[in-house]
């Protein structure tokens, strides 16, 4: 597997997981209020999406020589 495979995999899966505990948090609102320290659980994978969002905005490189390789 490629780097920018592997990275845009990483980032689909950590934007699943950024998603489930927004759905946990809002749940926890509606029952009642989640506990203080969840509020920074988020940003753990949010930090993670912003590194590897920030490489995929980043131009590609491409093979321009014609052949399969490189
Ligand atoms: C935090 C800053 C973020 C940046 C800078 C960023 C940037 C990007 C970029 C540049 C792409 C590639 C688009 C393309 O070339 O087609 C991408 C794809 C994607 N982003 Fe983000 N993103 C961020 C956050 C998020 C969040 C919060 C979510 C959802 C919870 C998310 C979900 C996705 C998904 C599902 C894809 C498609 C992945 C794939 O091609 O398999 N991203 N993002």
Redesign the pocket.
């Known amino acids: 597997m490629t780097t920018s495979r592997f990275i845009?995999?990483g980032?689909?899966w950590v934007?699943?997981s950024?998603?489930a505990v927004v759905g946990l948090y809002i749940a926890a609102m509606a029952l009642g209020g989640p506990p203080s320290w969840f509020v920074y659980v988020p940003l753990f994978p949010?930090l993670l999406?912003?590194l590897?969002?920030?490489y995929?905005?980043w131009p590609r490189r491409r093979n321009n020589r014609g052949d399969a390789a490189g």
Do not use: T
């Open positions: 845009r995999q980032h689909r934007a699943g950024f998603l949010l999406l912003a590897s969002g920030s995929l905005l």
